[in-house]
């Protein structure tokens, strides 16, 4: 497992902490504080999605779906602009990350699912969520519904749709991370915020890939998610394309034009994984996973089974969240105690 309090998200945090202070605030008439800088900075348009949008000033009240998503706002420092989150207590740690505190300062509002009521009742002014990341049809919640109720929406650049059908994935998983924070930069009023954050990212990636193993091949790797009839996983365009291939390893369903996507079992069996990536999170954990990898007879072959070559990520770790390069760095070691 990942240890999130490693020296370089903690110089981080120092980092962005400095970046906070000095600035000339004056106080308006309607009682609020603004700076002369931000006066300037409004309207600003970013694109999301394939969609451009304009904002006039910094949305105050935004409610975030899921983990990544909330825990992208706490790392730009934007708790004060929130009225709250929507998240299952089931994903993972959340007291040792360098943005714990936005945890304490800011309100939990459901554990269950997120709907127009919930935000409605929050007096949200944007909702930070994603497709199949809280949007979606079949229960009424989409960003057009919001729309019509006068609430603005962010779509998570992961769960961007691809085409006319529901894939999803429009980047690849780093650079959507990357993309996001930049247009909330920009929306936020916080872009040396989100250059400090890209700039330290790009730097923990950047050592993990050097020190990633070298020589031979590739150790092939598959993403398990969850699923026993047919098993969910990691296409191109989600958050485990990068974290396996930047840290040395070669991920066997990279040829999926999708983010989160099911395959069949015979395809895992004829790509035989060497490591398999446990998604640790649910009701199902990672034991039980583990147990029924290591059972399930059509895979008793596969290298990863055979070898005992299995590793447990958090679901925050390997969905778009400011937890991504850290994964990089995790598993990048583990794939080098495996090629030894």
Known sequence: MLNPLRPAALALAAALALTGCGADVTTQSDGKD???????????????CGERKTYDKAPQRVVTNDTGITEIMFALGLEDHMAGYVMPDDKGDTTSVPWKD????????SKERINKE????????LVFAGWNYGFN?????????????????????????NGQG?????MPPL???????????KIFDVEDRADTLITSFRKEVADARAKAAVGGDRLRVFLYDDGKDKPLTSGAYAGPHDIITKAGGDHIMKDLEDSWTTVGWETVVDRDPEVIVINN??????????RFLKSYKPLAGVS??????????????LVESPRNPAAISSLAEDLRKFAR
């Open 34 to 48: 603004r700076t002369p800088e931000a006066d300037r900075h409004y309207p600003v348009t970013v694109e999301n």
């Open 102 to 109: 936005g945890y304490k300062k800011t309100k939990w509002l």
């Open 118 to 125: 919930l935000v409605l009742d929050a007096r949200a002014d």
């Open 137 to 161: 049809e079949g229960e009424g919640f989409t960003p057009a519904e919001l729309e019509r109720v006068g609430i603005g929406s962010y779509l998570l650049s992961e769960s961007c749709r």
């Open 166 to 170: 529901k894939a999803r994935g429009v």
């Open 175 to 185: 650079e959507a991370l990357y993309t996001d924070l930049r247009n909330l930069g």
């Open 281 to 290: 999170y649910g009701d199902t954990g990672a034991d039980e996973k583990r």
């Open 304 to 317: 990863a089974i055979r070898n005992d070559r299995i590793v447990v990520l958090d679901y925050v770790d």
